[in-house]
């Protein structure tokens, strides 16, 4: 797997994401420690799991260039005024309504009815 970092090194146009998994699978190793020295070039962002906190963090150390918050992003619609806030990433996730809604005249549930904190 190495080859593709390898060879990052001498693109300068892409763009590298790295997705942790929340379960571990196959060899246990932290992604971007192993990787992100190998890709110069390009610029790199993380995804899966990212806390508004722990991407702050980590582009301030110069590990990453920027971040992607998904599901926290679905399940708080008010998630900028949290983070400004320092309120709690702690809406549960209603998955079946982020598939389809609850009902034929129900399109709205499942994102626009999680509570917001301000």
Known sequence: MKHVPFRSG???DATCVFLRLGTPRGTDHD???AY???IRNSKVFLNT???????EEL???GKID?????????????LAKRVEQGIALNNPPKVPLLQAPASQDDYA???TDYPAAV
């Open 10 to 12: 001498n693109v300068s």
């Open 31 to 33: 992604i971007l420690e």
């Open 36 to 38: 992100r020295p190998y």
């Open 49 to 55: 799991g990212v806390t508004p906190d722990e991407g």
């Open 59 to 61: 582009i301030s150390a």
């Open 66 to 78: 920027g971040f992607f918050i998904g599901l926290n992003w679905a399940t708080h619609p008010d």
């Open 109 to 111: 549930s499942g994102y």
